[in-house]
T-cell receptor, first 116, second 115 residues
Protein backbone atom coordinates (compact mmCIF):
# COMPACT_ATOMS: atom_id res chain seq x y z
CA UNK A 1 0.00 0.00 0.00
CA UNK A 2 1.13 3.51 -0.72
CA UNK A 3 2.29 5.40 2.33
CA UNK A 4 1.31 8.78 0.88
CA UNK A 5 -1.38 9.24 -1.75
CA UNK A 6 -2.00 12.42 -3.69
CA UNK A 7 -4.86 11.82 -6.09
CA UNK A 8 -4.78 15.14 -7.95
CA UNK A 9 -2.00 15.18 -10.56
CA UNK A 10 -2.98 18.70 -11.63
CA UNK A 11 -5.13 21.49 -10.25
CA UNK A 12 -6.15 24.92 -11.48
CA UNK A 13 -7.28 27.82 -9.31
CA UNK A 14 -8.24 31.38 -10.02
CA UNK A 15 -6.03 34.04 -8.51
CA UNK A 16 -7.27 35.18 -5.06
CA UNK A 17 -9.36 32.03 -4.64
CA UNK A 18 -8.67 29.27 -2.11
CA UNK A 19 -7.60 25.79 -3.14
CA UNK A 20 -7.34 22.45 -1.33
CA UNK A 21 -4.72 19.87 -2.22
CA UNK A 22 -5.56 16.38 -1.04
CA UNK A 23 -3.28 13.98 0.81
CA UNK A 24 -3.97 10.71 2.54
CA UNK A 25 -1.42 8.66 4.43
CA UNK A 26 -1.00 5.19 5.81
CA UNK A 27 1.00 4.25 8.89
CA UNK A 28 0.74 2.03 11.93
CA UNK A 29 3.16 4.17 13.91
CA UNK A 30 1.44 6.23 16.61
CA UNK A 31 4.10 8.93 16.27
CA UNK A 32 4.56 10.58 12.90
CA UNK A 33 4.89 13.94 11.25
CA UNK A 34 3.21 15.24 8.15
CA UNK A 35 4.75 17.85 5.87
CA UNK A 36 3.94 19.81 2.77
CA UNK A 37 6.63 21.01 0.41
CA UNK A 38 6.50 23.29 -2.60
CA UNK A 39 8.72 22.77 -5.62
CA UNK A 40 8.70 25.66 -8.10
CA UNK A 41 9.97 25.23 -11.63
CA UNK A 42 13.45 26.22 -10.44
CA UNK A 43 13.60 22.88 -8.64
CA UNK A 44 14.30 23.63 -4.98
CA UNK A 45 12.21 22.07 -2.23
CA UNK A 46 10.55 24.63 0.01
CA UNK A 47 9.07 23.60 3.34
CA UNK A 48 5.55 24.96 3.87
CA UNK A 49 3.92 23.44 6.92
CA UNK A 50 4.13 20.64 9.48
CA UNK A 51 1.59 18.69 11.53
CA UNK A 52 2.52 16.26 14.27
CA UNK A 53 0.41 13.20 14.97
CA UNK A 54 -0.23 14.31 18.54
CA UNK A 55 -1.05 17.91 17.67
CA UNK A 56 -4.60 18.75 18.66
CA UNK A 57 -4.98 21.79 16.45
CA UNK A 58 -4.57 22.12 12.71
CA UNK A 59 -1.31 23.75 11.71
CA UNK A 60 -1.34 27.15 10.03
CA UNK A 61 1.46 29.19 8.45
CA UNK A 62 0.36 32.42 6.86
CA UNK A 63 -1.82 31.55 3.85
CA UNK A 64 -1.22 27.83 4.34
CA UNK A 65 -3.25 25.63 6.63
CA UNK A 66 -3.28 21.89 7.07
CA UNK A 67 -6.64 20.20 7.48
CA UNK A 68 -5.65 17.26 9.67
CA UNK A 69 -8.27 14.52 10.03
CA UNK A 70 -6.53 11.78 11.97
CA UNK A 71 -9.32 9.21 11.87
CA UNK A 72 -9.52 9.54 8.08
CA UNK A 73 -5.72 9.67 7.78
CA UNK A 74 -5.88 12.77 5.67
CA UNK A 75 -3.73 15.88 5.72
CA UNK A 76 -5.02 18.27 3.09
CA UNK A 77 -3.24 21.53 2.35
CA UNK A 78 -5.39 24.63 2.02
CA UNK A 79 -3.93 27.66 0.30
CA UNK A 80 -6.00 30.77 0.78
CA UNK A 81 -5.98 33.81 -1.53
CA UNK A 82 -3.93 32.11 -4.25
CA UNK A 83 -1.19 34.12 -5.93
CA UNK A 84 0.51 33.63 -9.28
CA UNK A 85 3.68 32.68 -7.42
CA UNK A 86 1.88 29.69 -5.92
CA UNK A 87 2.05 27.91 -9.28
CA UNK A 88 4.32 24.96 -8.52
CA UNK A 89 4.45 21.29 -7.67
CA UNK A 90 3.27 20.42 -4.16
CA UNK A 91 4.35 17.34 -2.28
CA UNK A 92 2.84 15.80 0.82
CA UNK A 93 5.28 13.84 2.97
CA UNK A 94 5.31 11.80 6.14
CA UNK A 95 8.05 10.88 8.58
CA UNK A 96 7.34 7.81 10.64
CA UNK A 97 8.62 7.40 14.18
CA UNK A 98 10.99 4.93 15.75
CA UNK A 99 8.30 2.22 15.94
CA UNK A 100 8.36 1.75 12.17
CA UNK A 101 11.83 2.94 11.28
CA UNK A 102 12.09 6.70 10.91
CA UNK A 103 11.64 6.74 7.14
CA UNK A 104 10.34 9.61 5.09
CA UNK A 105 7.76 9.06 2.38
CA UNK A 106 6.60 11.45 -0.30
CA UNK A 107 3.54 11.48 -2.49
CA UNK A 108 3.70 11.80 -6.27
CA UNK A 109 2.78 15.46 -6.11
CA UNK A 110 0.11 17.84 -7.35
CA UNK A 111 0.89 20.44 -9.98
CA UNK A 112 -0.94 23.65 -9.14
CA UNK A 113 -1.52 26.35 -11.72
CA UNK A 114 -2.86 29.72 -10.65
CA UNK A 115 -4.82 31.48 -13.39
CA UNK A 116 -4.81 35.29 -13.51
CA UNK B 1 23.72 30.58 6.89
CA UNK B 2 22.07 27.23 7.63
CA UNK B 3 22.27 25.11 4.53
CA UNK B 4 22.72 21.76 2.85
CA UNK B 5 25.21 21.75 0.01
CA UNK B 6 25.53 19.19 -2.75
CA UNK B 7 28.20 18.76 -5.38
CA UNK B 8 28.18 18.55 -8.27
CA UNK B 9 24.93 20.22 -9.30
CA UNK B 10 25.01 18.65 -12.75
CA UNK B 11 26.80 15.53 -13.90
CA UNK B 12 26.83 13.62 -17.16
CA UNK B 13 28.67 10.32 -17.02
CA UNK B 14 28.86 6.96 -18.74
CA UNK B 15 27.66 3.55 -17.67
CA UNK B 16 29.95 1.87 -15.19
CA UNK B 17 32.10 4.85 -14.21
CA UNK B 18 32.05 5.17 -10.42
CA UNK B 19 30.92 8.51 -9.08
CA UNK B 20 30.30 10.22 -5.75
CA UNK B 21 27.86 13.01 -5.00
CA UNK B 22 28.82 14.87 -1.87
CA UNK B 23 26.41 16.28 0.70
CA UNK B 24 27.25 18.46 3.65
CA UNK B 25 25.13 20.28 6.27
CA UNK B 26 26.13 22.91 8.82
CA UNK B 27 23.17 22.60 11.21
CA UNK B 28 24.48 19.75 13.37
CA UNK B 29 21.55 17.60 12.31
CA UNK B 30 21.57 13.94 13.22
CA UNK B 31 19.26 12.75 10.42
CA UNK B 32 20.44 12.86 6.81
CA UNK B 33 18.87 11.35 3.77
CA UNK B 34 19.16 10.88 0.01
CA UNK B 35 16.25 10.95 -2.42
CA UNK B 36 15.79 10.55 -6.11
CA UNK B 37 13.04 12.37 -7.96
CA UNK B 38 11.58 10.97 -11.16
CA UNK B 39 8.62 12.31 -13.14
CA UNK B 40 5.33 10.92 -11.87
CA UNK B 41 6.97 9.14 -8.96
CA UNK B 42 7.64 11.96 -6.55
CA UNK B 43 10.64 11.68 -4.25
CA UNK B 44 11.78 8.27 -3.13
CA UNK B 45 14.16 7.73 -0.25
CA UNK B 46 17.35 5.89 -1.20
CA UNK B 47 19.23 5.74 2.12
CA UNK B 48 19.04 7.55 5.39
CA UNK B 49 21.23 7.93 8.43
CA UNK B 50 20.15 8.68 11.95
CA UNK B 51 23.64 9.43 13.19
CA UNK B 52 27.32 8.80 12.57
CA UNK B 53 28.05 5.23 11.48
CA UNK B 54 24.30 4.43 11.33
CA UNK B 55 22.72 4.02 7.90
CA UNK B 56 19.52 2.35 6.73
CA UNK B 57 17.99 1.47 3.40
CA UNK B 58 15.08 3.46 2.10
CA UNK B 59 12.70 2.35 -0.60
CA UNK B 60 15.13 2.27 -3.53
CA UNK B 61 18.67 1.44 -2.29
CA UNK B 62 19.75 -0.88 -5.12
CA UNK B 63 22.80 0.41 -6.97
CA UNK B 64 23.72 2.97 -4.32
CA UNK B 65 26.03 3.13 -1.33
CA UNK B 66 26.37 5.67 1.44
CA UNK B 67 28.61 6.31 4.39
CA UNK B 68 28.37 8.53 7.46
CA UNK B 69 31.81 8.92 8.96
CA UNK B 70 31.20 12.49 10.13
CA UNK B 71 28.00 14.09 11.29
CA UNK B 72 28.03 16.82 8.67
CA UNK B 73 28.75 14.68 5.57
CA UNK B 74 26.70 12.02 3.84
CA UNK B 75 28.07 11.14 0.40
CA UNK B 76 26.13 9.08 -2.13
CA UNK B 77 28.21 6.60 -4.12
CA UNK B 78 27.25 4.95 -7.38
CA UNK B 79 29.78 2.17 -7.87
CA UNK B 80 28.64 1.26 -11.39
CA UNK B 81 26.05 3.72 -12.64
CA UNK B 82 23.45 2.60 -15.16
CA UNK B 83 21.07 4.64 -17.34
CA UNK B 84 18.14 3.87 -15.04
CA UNK B 85 19.89 5.92 -12.37
CA UNK B 86 19.47 9.05 -14.45
CA UNK B 87 17.49 11.26 -12.11
CA UNK B 88 17.39 14.36 -9.93
CA UNK B 89 18.96 13.64 -6.56
CA UNK B 90 18.34 15.52 -3.34
CA UNK B 91 20.18 15.35 -0.07
CA UNK B 92 18.34 16.48 3.06
CA UNK B 93 18.96 16.83 6.76
CA UNK B 94 16.78 17.27 9.83
CA UNK B 95 16.92 17.01 13.60
CA UNK B 96 16.55 13.49 14.95
CA UNK B 97 13.40 13.96 16.97
CA UNK B 98 10.08 13.04 15.40
CA UNK B 99 7.90 15.14 17.68
CA UNK B 100 7.89 18.85 17.12
CA UNK B 101 8.59 20.69 13.92
CA UNK B 102 11.52 18.91 12.39
CA UNK B 103 11.39 19.89 8.77
CA UNK B 104 13.92 18.51 6.42
CA UNK B 105 16.28 21.01 4.88
CA UNK B 106 16.99 20.12 1.28
CA UNK B 107 20.07 20.66 -0.80
CA UNK B 108 19.72 22.27 -4.23
CA UNK B 109 19.67 18.95 -6.07
CA UNK B 110 22.06 17.13 -8.40
CA UNK B 111 20.88 16.34 -11.89
CA UNK B 112 22.61 13.14 -12.98
CA UNK B 113 22.57 11.74 -16.51
CA UNK B 114 24.07 8.30 -17.17
CA UNK B 115 24.68 7.55 -20.84
Amino acid sequence: AQKITQTQPGMFVQEKEAVTLDCTYDTSDPSYGLFWYKQPSSGEMIFLIYQGSYDQQNATEGRYSLNFQKARKSANLVISASQLGDSAMYFCAMREGAYTGNQFYFGTGTSLTVIP
Amino acid sequence: EAQVTQNPRYLITVTGKKLTVTCSQNMNHEYMSWYRQDPGLGLRQIYYSMNVEVTDKGDVPEGYKVSRKEKRNFPLILESPSPNQTSLYFCASSPQKVAGVNEQFFGPGTRLTVL
